[in-house]
């Protein structure tokens, strides 16, 4: 069973960093691309950011630039660095992955930016 925990999120003020992480387990962490989306309550769940097993990124245009993703295979960990925050990237964050054509999520972890 795939399982995926997130961790990182808090409150801190806009231009501040925070750094999320996403723990794996049940699946050949490896193979797996793997990323993080975020949702405003009564909003959709918006992509955020991307990684491939070949560690390609992919960013939304809004965050591109000011956040970084990257996995540790070994850890079965994906991160996302987040910089330069601004109100508008509260929200909570989900780790996402898809396997064996299933979509995967986490349980979420809460990102507040204070202006």
């Known amino acids: 069973q795939v399982q995926l925990v997130e961790s990182g999120g808090g409150l801190v003020q806009a231009g501040g960093s925070l750094r999320l992480s996403c723990a794996g387990s049940?699946?050949?962490?490896?193979?797996?691309?793997m990323g993080w989306y975020r949702q405003v309550p009564g909003q959709s769940r918006d992509f955020v950011a991307s990684?491939?097993?070949?560690?390609?990124?992919v960013y939304d245009a809004s965050v591109k630039g000011r956040f970084t993703i990257s996995r540790d295979n070994a850890k079965n960990t994906i991160y996302l660095e987040m910089n330069n925050l601004r109100p508008e990237d509260t929200a909570v964050y989900y780790c996402?992955?898809?396997?064996?054509?299933?979509?995967?999520w986490g349980q979420g972890t809460h990102v507040t930016i204070s202006s």
């Open positions: 996402h992955t898809n396997w064996a054509f299933r979509d995967y």
């Open positions: 049940g699946t050949t962490f490896s193979l797996n691309a």
């Open positions: 990684i491939s097993r070949s560690r390609r990124p």
